[in-house]
């Protein structure tokens, strides 16, 4: 078997590597990125050139520590970004299925996982990775809504360490 060589949708993944902090989140109204007890930081790396993998780590907004770790990918075969997403404040194995926006700059996961009203009802999630610039991104989180539009629920900027 020929081993798998990177392709174009692969640069995306590996702009995102490297070492990130959180500078704003509307998830916690009072963070500051500035104090090393909440300061939620993120360390990128590249498997191979094919993949991409996330390990977060920081404080939830009632200061609970937590961590979460991200995989992504480009399938050839299935033609979109593949990878997945756990967090130690829950059991959920959230599994994405992806598309980079015609922008070239925007990554959009999509999921389906529980919904947040504790209701055990399934719903589809877009978790969206935008990078602005070489040391400038967004990770917003929404979730699709009856009318078929996805209602934005949590937005964090991040920096380049």
């Known amino acids: 078997m020929e081993s798998?060589?990177?392709?174009?949708?692969?640069?995306?993944?590996?702009r995102l590597v490297g070492d990130w902090e959180m500078v704003s989140s509307t998830g916690?109204?009072?963070?500051?990125?500035n104090?090393?007890?909440?300061r939620f930081t993120e360390?990128?790396?590249?498997?191979g050139g094919l993949w991409i993998a996330s390990d977060g780590k920081g404080k939830m907004p009632d200061g609970t520590p937590m961590e979460a770790i991200i995989t992504l990918g480009f399938d050839?075969?299935?033609?979109?970004f593949v990878g997945s997403w756990i967090g130690s404040m829950m059991t959920t194995l959230w599994v994405?299925?992806?598309?980079?926006?015609?922008?070239?700059?925007?990554?959009v996961l999509e999921a389906q996982g529980p919904k947040f009203d504790g209701s055990g009802e399934i719903a589809t999630y877009h978790d969206i990775i935008t990078?602005?610039?070489?040391?400038?991104?967004?990770?917003?989180g929404s979730v699709l809504q009856p009318d078929g539009s996805f209602k934005?629920?949590?937005s964090s900027q991040f920096r380049r360490v």
């Open 152 to 154: 934005q629920f949590m």
């Open 28 to 33: 916690y109204e009072d963070y500051d990125p």
């Open 35 to 38: 104090e090393p007890q909440q």
């Open 96 to 107: 994405y299925k992806g598309w980079l926006e015609p922008d070239g700059k925007t990554l």
């Open 4 to 14: 798998a060589k990177p392709q174009k949708e692969h640069a995306f993944l590996e």
């Open 76 to 80: 050839p075969a299935k033609g979109h």
């Open 131 to 140: 990078l602005h610039d070489d040391n400038n991104r967004t990770f917003s």
């Open 43 to 47: 360390t990128i790396r590249s498997v």
